[in-house]
């Protein structure tokens, strides 16, 4: 019986993997509508959105920061809810409030735009430190919590922030609480001249965003959310994840390492992306492509060390460089 069940277990996980693989390439053709010149970027988006994480898109205005969070939730059919942060704004402006009913003498709960499948955290850092930590609940737990009242998310639940380098007038530095709690975080820098040249044609009449569909189910991503986790990854590859992780923490320009929540990230990212490309198994390189991504936003940079202008994604590169790569091991 065993030997017969070992066959089947493959097979479907094969499928499952299959799964993974065509939802990617659905939206990411679909997204490529609307963002131009930007694949890498755009395939990043869809690994977080793959792995139930939350993405902190950091970058200048103008390059399409916002217009990705809008395709990304339109190409998959999900509820979608933006929140434009200000300074003025208040915690429950974001999770929402009770308000007194005078015909039913009881108070009733107004949700917040925190209560959406997909929500656009737009210039997160323009609000204060203390509204920006309304969202911590939601972030990690799945949920908000309102004058004693739990209130759940709903499923697939994604926080796709954006926000403009620290040192634009009028932003706040997110705590280092919240910015643990985003999976992974994604630069989209300039695009080159022929990629905006495309995107001047592309818009002269009208956005393309106004003609985007919906290319997949919202059960087809859960299906592939699950697959996944199904994803193997040897004890080689997860030492390795360690001791890049462990690595950040000792480094000499380095005040805080990573977290352990850095090194379940990286690990998920990871069969996420071995999924994308149609495989069932995890191999050194994934790791590698995703460090930076999933680690860099998760260290503070010495003192002496950012005299030198030595940021944390250069630290990432020369751990990269210094820690050494298993053999990978397939089953």
Known sequence: MSNHSQPTRRSNENTSIRIVAEVTERIAQNVGQVIIGKRNEVRLAILGLLCRGHILIEDIPGVGKTMMARALAKAIGCSFNRIQFTPDMLPSDITGVSIYNQRSN?????????????????EINRATPKTQ??????????????EGVTYLMENPFMILATQNPIEYEGTFPLPEAQLDRFMIRIQMGYPAPAEE???????????PIVNLQQVIAVEDLIRAQTAVH????????????????????????????SSPRGSLSLFRTSQARAAMA????????????????????????????????ITSR???????M????????VR
């Open 106 to 122: 009881e108070f009733e709960f107004r949700p917040g735009p925190i209560m959406a499948q997909i929500v656009l955290a737009d």
């Open 197 to 207: 040249i495309t995107i001047l044609s592309a818009q002269q009449y009208q956005h």
């Open 278 to 309: 149609g495989r069932d198994y995890v191999v050194p390189d994934d790791v590698k492509a995703l460090a930076d991504v999933a680690l860099a936003h998760r260290i503070i940079v010495g003192p002496s060390a950012r005299i030198k202008d």
């Open 230 to 257: 199904h994803v193997y990854v040897a004890e080689e590859i997860k030492q390795y994840i360690i001791n890049l992780v462990n690595a950040t923490r000792a480094h000499s320009d380095v005040y805080l390492g």
């Open 314 to 320: 250069v630290i990432v590169q020369d751990i990269l």
């Open 322 to 329: 210094t820690t050494p790569v298993p053999g990978a091991s």
């Open 133 to 146: 930590s309304a969202l911590l609940e939601a972030m990690e737990e799945h949920q908000v919590t309102v």
